[in-house]
């Protein structure tokens, strides 16, 4: 039986993961425009994700990036600018990873602490990124504060999400090392019968 390369097994966790994104951002943001339409605030499922597969694959997020945000304006019915202002402000969160390099991946996995500024920095910059680029159509400058209140739901939501899957074992985990850990995991029960 033949077993997956490494990029193999990045590609298909990177499709899973882009499609649960997919799927889940574009189920809240219909929900959110035909039930609620009135409503001055927001749920996005893109931060919890792209916080993950950052922890996951790194770099790779951009791709989750983009499509979190073509997923909440095509569900929403966004204009052409609004496509920009979604797709390349989210972009912005990967400023995020600045953290890996700061105190590593396994504080910010192991510490809930650096988990939770972890994501709120991926949030605060994905909301900064959003507004930077609605600056160059127009948008006042004072709309950052509207950025930040109309989405600040999405905050708490994914810091409880990112924290729960610090409690499955390799979901918020650096694949690369998960896949070495498991081996090593396998290779030491086989020693031992």
Same mark, same amino acid.
């Given at each position: 039986m033949n077993s997956?390369? /490494?990029k193999q097994y990045r590609a298909i966790d990177l499709c899973i993961w882009t499609v649960i994104l997919l799927? /889940?951002?574009s189920v809240t943001a219909m929900a959110a425009a035909r039930w609620f339409p009135g409503e001055l605030y927001t749920l996005s499922q893109t931060t919890a994700v792209l916080c993950i597969v950052m922890m996951r694959w790194g770099g790779y997020a951009v791709v989750h990036a983009v499509a979190g945000? =073509? =997923? /909440?304006? /095509? =569900?929403s019915g966004g204009s052409a600018e609004q496509f920009a202002v979604y797709c390349v402000g989210n972009c912005f969160a990967l400023l995020a990873l600045v953290l890996f390099k700061a105190v590593g991946k396994e504080k910010v996995r192991e510490k809930v602490h650096i988990t939770v500024i972890y994501t709120a920095a991926a949030f605060c910059a994905m909301q900064l990124g959003r507004w930077l680029v609605s600056l160059i159509f127009g948008a006042p400058l004072d709309s950052l504060v509207m950025f930040f209140a109309s989405d600040s739901l999405t905050l708490l939501y994914s810091a409880v999400v990112v924290l729960i899957s610090r409690r499955a074992d390799g979901l918020f985990e650096d694949q690369r090392s998960y896949l070495i850990r498991t081996e090593s995991e396998r290779r030491q029960r086989e020693a031992d019968f």
């Open positions: 997956l390369s /490494f799927v /889940f951002e945000g =073509a =997923a /909440f304006c /095509f =569900a």
